[in-house]
Nanobody, 120 residues
Framework: QVQLVESGGGLVQPGGSLRLSCAAS????????MGWYRQTPGKQRELVAS???????NYADAVKDRFDVSRDNAKNAVYLQMNNLKREETAVYYC??????????????WGQGTQVTVSS
């Protein structure tokens, strides 16, 4: 069983910063791409940022130059540094990982989500 555990959400004022963390645990061979998605009520979950095991990053246009995704392969962890946050970025943020199990099969796992609220 593979679990993704997120932390770091909370309330922040517009223009403020937050850092989200996500760590994977369980039995697996390796983790390929890890990323962050967000979702607001009534809308589809959308990609925020992702990073491959080799460090290649991808960002949604709306967050480029403000957010930074990174990972620590030794800790099976991924991070999202969010700067200059906007009210409309209030959402539940989910960690995502493409995990290769010891059997060789790859599955996509999701964290439980962490609430980020941008409000004064």
């Amino acid at each position: 069983q593979v679990q993704l555990v997120e932390s770091g959400g909370g309330l922040v004022q517009p223009g403020g910063s937050l850092r989200l963390s996500c760590a994977a645990s369980g039995r697996f061979s390796r983790i390929n791409t890890m990323g962050w998605y967000r979702q607001t009520p009534g809308k589809q979950r959308e990609l925020v940022a992702s990073i491959t095991s080799g460090g290649v990053t991808n960002y949604a246009d709306a967050v480029k130059d403000r957010f930074d995704v990174s990972r620590d392969n030794a800790k099976n962890a991924v991070y999202l540094q969010m700067n200059n946050l906007k009210r409309e970025e209030t959402a539940v943020y989910y960690c995502n990982a493409a995990v290769v199990l010891t059997s060789g099969t790859m599955y996509t796992y999701w964290g439980q989500g962490t609430q980020v609220t941008v409000s004064s």
